[in-house]
């Protein structure tokens, strides 16, 4: 990751976010690629535990998009910024109550036996 920062910062904010943006995957995977064996947990079994979550992120990019375009500057940028994010917020955990409901299940469960 220094060095993707290292070669992001020539460009700024916006080198270092694609530095991220593209070294952390690579960062990701190399580890999984190392740790996966020793765990005993197979590559298919956690690109099907990551699914659930990046398509509701997709989802609710693409809705946060679409509503930032239906907005355009109708709004002072509090209230622009209040509608995105809550547009996000429904986007993302309806996608997750819809597609992935026993992901809430799960975590239910997990956060109730923590507190037993």
């Not at 996966?36 to 690109?47: K, Q």
């Not at 946060?64 to 917020?89: C, E, F, K, W, Y």
Request: aromatic share 8%; with cysteine; net charge positive.
């Amino acid at each position: 990751m220094p060095l993707s920062f290292l070669a992001g910062v020539k460009w700024g904010v916006t080198g270092l976010a694609m530095a991220w943006i593209v070294g952390y995957p690579l960062l990701a995977g190399l580890s999984a690629v190392w740790v996966l064996p020793i765990l005993g947990i197979r590559a298919r079994d956690l690109l099907a535990a990551l699914a659930p979550p990046v398509m509701a992120g997709l989802f609710m990019y693409l809705s946060v998009r679409l509503m930032d375009g239906l907005l355009a500057q109708t709004l002072n940028p509090i209230s622009h910024l209040a509608a995105l994010v809550a547009t996000g917020g429904v986007a993302y955990g309806g996608f997750i109550l819809i597609f992935a409901r026993g992901r809430i299940v799960e975590l239910r469960d997990l956060i109730c036996r923590r507190t037993s």
